[in-house]
């Protein structure tokens, strides 16, 4: 064999952060041996796997090629070295979780794959729909758990539970307890929305793609529990997944407002690479989220510690 791991390795490195030298960090070598490894890869095949573009170094087409396979290697070869140091195989994991799924259920699931496999190491990166996507794509993360829709060519999705969302007010809002409230209205009140990009902003979206009218945004947030603390507040009306207002309309802090004419159900998700090797964490963490969500029909039945 011409090639090394580490020279497969310091390649996947720099394709994923266009840089050596961050590469190199990541890695904890010098600029300088990173450079080196990447430098006598090519020369040994004779070829050039990266193009660089000002100060970014991007893959050219053969580089892209070899991503996916190098990536599958290394996984692999990972693998085979906790198998030697008497460890059972898993090896480490980076999941990428949308922020429903990241704030409400993945902390849950890891932590459970962490007590059951004591040697494993898992990343966790809580961002929206488009940005796992991405991710995914570019071979920065394993495994992505998602709450939007994907179709992207390179990406294997496969739907793990069903999810509503639900639109809501604060209890002293004039549309609390009102029975049922047309889509005019509805347009018509201050929202509180989630960012272009999000799979909830998008489910929401396309509820009422249909409709003449549009949004009446006061805010962007990022974050759930910051549009559910808005909202409280009276800022407006919002509208996020069932699962995580839960709580919120237990204590009568939020009520949930009556929109039948709108279709808000979505699927969660797992995604990953279509040229990615599963390996037995994957595979594992996978069956721990099915394990989860066994027998229950929609995301906000799952059993979850109940927050005061």
Same mark, same amino acid.
């Given at each position: 064999m011409r090639y090394t791991l580490r020279q497969l390795e310091v390649f996947v490195a720099v394709a994923q952060q266009q840089s050596v030298s961050r590469a190199a960090r990541e890695l904890a070598l010098?600029?300088?041996? !990173?450079?080196?490894? &990447?430098?006598? @890869?090519? $020369?040994?095949?004779?070829?050039?796997?990266?193009?660089?573009? /000002?100060? #970014? =170094?991007?893959?050219n087409a053969l580089g892209f090629q070899l991503l996916p396979k190098a990536v599958a290697l290394l996984d692999r070869g990972e693998e085979i070295e906790e198998l030697l140091r008497g460890q059972r195989g898993v090896g480490s994991l980076d999941v990428g979780a949308t922020l429903t799924i990241g704030n409400y259920l993945a902390t849950l699931l890891i932590s459970d794959f962490m007590q059951r496999h004591p040697g494993s190491r898992v990343r966790l990166q809580v961002r929206n729909t488009a940005s796992i996507i991405?991710?995914?794509?570019?071979?920065?993360?394993?495994?992505?758990?998602?709450?939007?829709?994907?179709?992207?060519?390179?990406?294997?999705?496969?739907?793990?539970?069903?999810?509503?969302?639900?639109?809501?007010?604060?209890?002293?809002?004039?549309?609390?307890?009102? !029975?049922?409230?047309? &889509?005019?209205? @509805?347009? $018509?009140?201050?929202?509180?929305?989630?960012?272009?990009?999000? /799979?909830? #902003? =998008?489910?929401?979206?396309?509820?009422?793609r249909h409709r003449r009218g549009r949004f009446n945004i006061l805010l962007e947030l990022e974050h759930t529990e910051g549009i559910k603390r808005a909202v409280e507040s009276g800022l407006g009306i919002g509208c996020v997944s069932h699962?995580?207002?839960?709580?919120?309309?237990?204590?009568?802090?939020?009520?949930?407002?009556?929109?039948?004419?709108?279709?808000?159900?979505?699927?969660?998700?797992?995604?990953?690479?279509?040229?990615?090797?599963?390996?037995?964490?994957?595979?594992?963490?996978l069956r721990l989220c099915q394990q989860m969500t066994e027998g229950v029909r929609r995301s906000d039945e799952i059993e979850l510690p109940t927050i005061p």
């Open positions: 010098s600029q300088s041996a !990173a450079s080196t490894a &990447l430098a006598e @890869l090519e $020369r040994q095949f004779d070829c050039q796997l990266l193009d660089r573009i /000002g100060k #970014r =170094l991007k893959l991405e991710r995914i794509v570019q071979h920065e993360l394993d495994l992505g758990l998602i709450e939007g829709d994907c179709q992207h060519a390179d990406i294997v999705m496969q739907p793990w539970v069903e999810d509503e969302l639900t639109v809501f007010c604060s209890p002293r809002h004039p549309l609390a307890g009102t !029975a049922d409230v047309s &889509l005019e209205r @509805l347009l $018509r009140e201050a929202w509180i929305m989630r960012e272009q990009g999000s /799979g909830t #902003r =998008l489910t929401l979206e396309q509820a009422t699962l995580a207002l839960r709580d919120a309309f237990r204590r009568g802090s939020l009520v949930p407002i009556a929109t039948p004419q709108l279709d808000l159900k979505r699927q969660f998700a797992f995604i990953w690479h279509r040229h990615k090797y599963l390996s037995t964490g994957m595979r594992e963490f």
